[in-house]
């Protein structure tokens, strides 16, 4: 596994959007998509059709995900929904932020080794227990800001994080940020990585984003072998 990549922000800030493009631009390398969103919109755009078989309906039934590692490996293959010819998907919902301690080890164990199998691992949304779960050098969370959110952004807390996280100011004009923000950003809080415009057009969004956000990743200091 090269990196696993959490796009994080509030309800539509263009998450799932990116996500996608995040995958297509990795291609052919194979991508786990992981659907953290409580509206889970990237299971409803990529697998419509497909049952949905959520991680947080397994554990809360307390079936085979807390049994040996073998009946683990088990329900995390039949978890994962495939959505392109190396791609596979699997949506997260309802899963409590907190677990027994078995659980939470069983969980561990299934996650990272799924992961391990997959050149990328890309995260739509945050859940925390997730997060604590994943390996945190190979975690970056890319957070995905719109001017709607400007004004009650607040900034992750010293010790929160192993890695500074990177910022995209998506739908970006040209006014000024608010101070606690662009404080942020001065400080090394948080790393501004790029800004994405608010597109005249959906035309003009389809044609140019994809280069625009490939522009922003380049910027990453994790491992990523974008289409040439």
């Known amino acids: 596994m090269q990196a696993i990549i959490e796009l994080i922000g509030r309800p539509r800030a263009g998450k799932t959007t990116l996500a996608n493009i995040l995958g297509d631009e990795l291609f052919p390398a194979s991508v786990l998509y992981i659907d953290a969103s409580p509206d889970q919109r990237l299971t409803t755009m990529m697998a419509p059709e497909s049952p949905q078989l959520t991680l947080g309906r397994i554990f809360s039934q307390q079936t085979d995900a807390t049994g040996s590692r073998e009946a683990v490996d088990w329900v995390f293959s039949d978890l994962t929904v495939a959505v392109g010819e190396e791609n596979e998907l699997i949506t997260v919902g309802s899963l ?60 992750p807390q010293e010790g929160e994080l192993l890695h500074t996280p990177s910022l995209i100011l998506n739908r970006y004009g040209e006014d000024p940020l608010p101070k606690p923000l662009d404080d942020a950003i001065t400080h090394h809080q948080v790393r501004l990585i790029g800004k994405l415009p608010a597109y005249p057009t959906v035309e003009d969004c389809i044609r140019k984003l994809p280069d625009d956000f490939r522009n922003c990743l380049l910027k990453l200091d994790i491992p990523l072998n974008l289409k040439p």
């Open 96 to 155: 409590p932020d907190e677990i027994d301690l078995v659980a939470r080890e069983k969980l561990r164990y299934g996650l990272n080794r799924l992961a391990e199998t997959y050149d990328y691992v890309i995260i739509d949304g945050h859940h925390p227990l997730l997060h604590n779960l994943l390996p945190d050098e190979r975690l970056r969370s890319l957070e995905i800001l719109t001017p709607e959110g400007f004004s009650s952004w607040i900034p």
